[in-house]
C-alpha cells in the first residue's frame, strides 16, 4: 500500500532546527543511518516499532505520518506542546557562543534561562572540538548525588528540543521551575504520563518525579571538566 511515509519524514527532518543530517537523526532516534536513509528513500516499509519512534519523535499521529502529505497539511499532533524559544548569543562569525553559568548566576537561572539580557551577561566558552551545528552551554555541579562527579566540575550539555526522544538513562541537565539547575539521570515517561523520573549516582539520595509542566529546560550531558583528579 502506497503511504506518504517517506516524503513526510524527509519533509519533517528538514523541518528541524538546524535541518539535521539523516546521521544525526537516525542517532536521536537509535537507528541506523542506513535504515534512515532506506526510509527516507521508499527502498524500505518502516517496522511497527521505528514507526511509533519517528511519529514519537516529530510529534505527530502514527495515522498522520502514514496518511497525509504533512508539507500540505497540518499534522495532529499527539499532545500539544508548549512553544520552546531558546535564548542564545552568537559571535562575530554569527556562531552559537557556548554560555558558562557560574555558581553565582545558576540560582537565578530558572528564573533567567528565557531572557536575552540575561543570557547576553554570561560568559562565554570557546570549545573547538565542539559540532557546531549544535547547542551547547557549560554548567557547575553542586553537591555530591552524581558522584564520581565532584562539586565544581563543569558540565558541557547539549540543548535538547525534543523532550519525549530522550531514551532512559540519559545523564542530562534539567532546569526546573522548583530545583533550578539539576545534574540527574532521566527515565522519560513523557508520552505514557507526562513525567520525568530523575535519579542520582550517589545512592544516598532516592529518584523523584518532576512532571512536564514543571520542567524548564533539558539539556543532554557531553562532557565535563574538573580540576581534580576523579577518584
Do not use: H
Amino acid at each position: 500500500m502506497d503511504t506518504f511515509f517517506s516524503q513526510n519524514l524527509q519533509y519533517l527532518r528538514k523541518q528541524l532546527d538546524g535541518k539535521i543530517s539523516q546521521e544525526k537523526l537516525a542517532e536521536e532516534v537509535d537507528l541506523k543511518k542506513s535504515t534512515l536513509g532506506s526510509y527516507e528513500s521508499g527502498r524500505a516499509e518502516p517496522r511497527y516499532a521505528d514507526l511509533i519512534k519517528l511519529a514519537s519523535y516529530f510529534n505527530v499521529s502514527v495515522d498522520d505520518m502514514l496518511t497525509k502529505d504533512l508539507a500540505t497539511n497540518q499534522p495532529t499532533k499527539r499532545q500539544e506542546d508548549k512553544l520552546r524559544i531558546l535564548a542564545t548569543t552568537v559571535n562575530n562569525e554569527n556562531e552559537e557562543n557556548i554560555e558558562f553559568v557560574p555558581i553565582k548566576a545558576v540560582a537565578g537561572y530558572s528564573n533567567g534561562y528565557g531572557d536575552i539580557d540575561y543570557i547576553s551577561r554570561l560568559p562565554i566558552f570557546n570549545v573547538p572540538f565542539l559540532p557546531k551545528d549544535r547547542k551547547y552551554r557549560v554548567f557547575p555541579i553542586q553537591g555530591d548525588s552524581m558522584l564520581p562527579l565532584r562539586e565544581g566540575s563543569l558540565v558541557f550539555a547539549e540543548y535538547v528540543d525534543n523532550w519525549r526522544a530522550i531514551k532512559n538513562g540519559t545523564i542530562c541537565i534539567v532546569v526546573t521551575k522548583d530545583e533550578g539547575v539539576v545534574l540527574k539521570k532521566v527515565f522519560n515517561y513523557l508520552n505514557e504520563k507526562n513525567v520525568l523520573i530523575l535519579k542520582s549516582t550517589n545512592e544516598r539520595y532516592a529518584p523523584y518525579p518532576v512532571m512536564e509542566d514543571d520542567i524548564q529546560e533539558l539539556w543532554k550531558f557531553v562532557g565535563f571538566f574538573t580540576g581534580e583528579f576523579p577518584l
